[in-house]
């Protein structure tokens, strides 16, 4: 992976560690972050683009790691039209929700082995079907939605919640709010 180009699509808490960790390997990281609106800066990112910035992305990545919620903006937005611009070489690793992808448009892809491969967490339909043809592609990794299970996530948890009931009962503002109007 030295010397290699990362593009992480969502640069939440999840993309950041991403990032973190490839730049362990030496490599290059370029990111998007629905809120930066312009090109910025980010610990550990050598380039943060807009969500406009997504086919930059995809020409430029020998890895694609899509960590970003499912909300009405990102339904579908790796399509056909985004995997044919995908480096040949590049691999495709979805660790956010499945209907992010176009599955039969990935499906295509692989089949004609327009890019090198893909690394599958999430589905459009969970379960993942037997019948899927994702099952009896050679290159596509699938593994099962549980990458966030660890060992002591339960006193975690636990530590967050009581950190809430404490600053709710001194009218202090929560950690990890979810902003319904985002959907996230």
């Known amino acids: 992976m030295h010397s290699k180009t990362v593009g992480i ?22 990111a998007i972050r629905r809120s930066t609106k312009k090109l910025a800066n980010a610990r550990n990112v050598d380039v943060l683009l807009p969500l406009d910035g997504l086919n930059q992305l995809l020409t430029q990545s020998d ?31 979805n660790v956010s929700r499945g209907a992010i992808i176009d599955e039969q448009a990935l499906i295509e892809t692989l089949e004609n082995n327009q890019i090198a491969g893909a690394g599958l967490d999430v589905f459009a339909t969970e379960p993942l079907p037997a019948e899927s043809k994702l099952w ?49």
């Open 9 to 30: 699509v969502g640069l939440g808490s999840i993309g950041t560690e991403i990032a973190r960790l490839s730049k362990a390997f030496s490599m290059k990281v370029i």
């Open 63 to 93: 890895f694609i790691i899509l960590s970003l919620p499912l909300t009405n903006e990102t339904h579908g937005l790796i399509g056909e039209k985004q995997l044919k611009i995908m480096k040949s070489s590049a691999y495709l690793i």
């Open 136 to 184: 009896q592609l050679k290159n596509v990794i699938i593994t099962s939605h549980i990458s966030g299970v660890m060992t002591d996530y339960l006193t975690k948890t636990t530590i967050v919640f009581c950190e809430n009931l404490r600053r709710y009962l001194a009218g202090q503002k929560l950690l990890n709010i979810v902003d319904k109007k985002a959907g996230y």
